[in-house]
């Protein structure tokens, strides 16, 4: 089954400590990019991949880390998370190249985040 | 950059009726994509429908469909025949081709449908 696979799907931390959240999706996508959803604020985007080893921020990256080894991996880095990442996080994938962009992106379950 | 406006938080209608989500956009580009995503208690972000620029005709999704309009940078969604499982947040995208930006969404709407 086609899909984009984000673990863990609840995380609630302490300010401070390192985390990751993993994301991979089996569709040999190029594009590859996460979100977070705030009430009232919609979903931003906080950094994508438009292919292995190439990565570029978003609308709201501080704070962020990603890194793209693989093409079907992307995992998302909070290296010191802070209570205003609380949040819900996704991720999504699309093919890549041109007009292929016209593709919807394909979203993950999402990842709920608390940092205390 | 590119800004996506839903006027409406919230929208109330009766099940079996019709109810038509506005959104607007801001684009000073010619070519582009439009969604309609849903968002269910699940969480989970549902592809309800799109639509190229560059086609004139409205797309349409068995009880969904857009009403486009280019030139005033218009895109509502209208649900015919409400039911209960459409009640959902509903956020609308845009996406520049080329798309290394990915979506740029609305702040959304939340439906709720009246039995």
């Known amino acids: 089954e086609a899909q984009v696979t984000q673990n863990p799907r609840y995380l609630i931390t302490v300010t401070g400590k390192k985390l990751t959240v993993t994301c991979s999706q089996n569709?040999?996508?190029?594009?590859m990019s996460w979100y977070r959803q705030d009430p009232g604020l919609g979903l931003r985007q906080i950094y994508y991949?438009?292919?292995?080893?190439?990565?570029d921020k978003g609308d709201v990256p501080e704070g962020y880390k990603v890194s793209r080894k693989e093409k079907r991996n992307f995992p998302l880095i909070l290296e010191s998370p802070s209570p205003n990442q609380t949040s819900l996080y996704f991720c999504?994938?699309?093919?890549?190249?041109?007009?292929?962009?016209?593709?919807?992106?394909?979203f993950g379950n999402g990842t709920r985040l608390t940092v205390t | 950059a590119q800004t996506v406006t839903q006027s409406q938080p919230e929208m109330s209608v009766q099940e079996a009726e019709t109810v038509t989500l506005s959104c607007t956009y801001d684009?000073?580009?010619?070519?582009?994509?439009l969604f309609w995503y849903k968002q269910p208690p699940s969480r989970q972000m549902i592809l309800v429908i799109r639509?190229?620029?560059?086609?004139?005709q409205n797309a349409t999704e068995n009880r969904f469909s857009v009403n486009f309009q280019k030139a005033a940078k218009s895109f509502s969604l209208k649900i015919s025949d409400s039911q209960l499982g459409d009640a959902a947040m509903y956020f609308c995208?845009?996406?520049?081709?080329?798309?290394?930006?990915?979506?740029?969404f609305g702040k959304g709407t939340h439906l709720i449908i009246q039995p």
């Open positions: 999504a994938s699309s093919p890549g190249q041109g007009r292929s962009y016209n593709s919807p992106l394909h």
């Open positions: 569709m040999n996508h190029e594009y």
């Open positions: 991949s438009m292919n292995v080893e190439v990565t």
């Open positions: 684009t000073s580009e010619s070519d582009y994509y």
């Open positions: 639509q190229e620029a560059y086609k004139q």
């Open positions: 995208a845009y996406r520049s081709v080329g798309g290394a930006d990915g979506l740029t």
